[in-house]
């Protein structure tokens, strides 16, 4: 099946407009940070919390750090990849050595109450909304 286009550099056009329109959203407020894509992180809501998901393959739990302030969460650390003295690299892909991730979620958060959990290179991380951010009932009287 060929899909056919009549000017190639409209659909590129179409495409820009398109990663324009996903950048301006502003969803996540300024985004994440960093000088690349790694870790790799998934963010989604259950109930009124939030809850993230990184990627860490092959890195320690020691080799991580996680500070929260406000709305913003920042995860820090290293990988290390060892080969040995007698090892000759003939392609490198894994990417190794220090990362630095800042994320903002569109609430208040609780930074006290960040629970943290890491189990086979996968990091949790259970993001409470802040009580004064939750939704009140108002009583009519």
């Known amino acids: 099946m060929f899909v056919r286009f009549s000017d190639p550099f409209e ?3 179409t495409l820009q407009r398109a990663l324009d329109a996903r950048i301006a959203s502003d969803w996540m ?4 940070a960093a000088s690349g894509s790694f870790p790799p992180i998934n963010i989604f809501q259950k109930g009124d919390d939030f809850v993230a998901i990184v990627e ?4 320690e739990k020691s080799d991580l750090e996680i500070e929260a302030k406000e709305n913003t969460i920042r995860i820090r650390g290293k ?10 690299v003939h392609r490198r892909e894994r990417v ?25 290179g996968i990091l949790a991380l259970f993001i409470p909304r802040a009580e004064a951010d939750k939704p009140r009932a108002i009583k009519i009287s």
């Open 96 to 120: 190794s050595g220090v990362f630095d991730r800042t994320l903002s979620v569109p609430i208040r958060i609780e930074p006290d109450r960040i629970k943290a959990e890491y189990r086979d």
């Open 29 to 32: 407020g300024r985004g994440t």
């Open 11 to 13: 659909a590129l056009s």
């Open 79 to 88: 990988k290390i990849i060892a080969y040995g003295e007698q090892a000759s």
């Open 56 to 59: 860490l393959p092959g890195i």
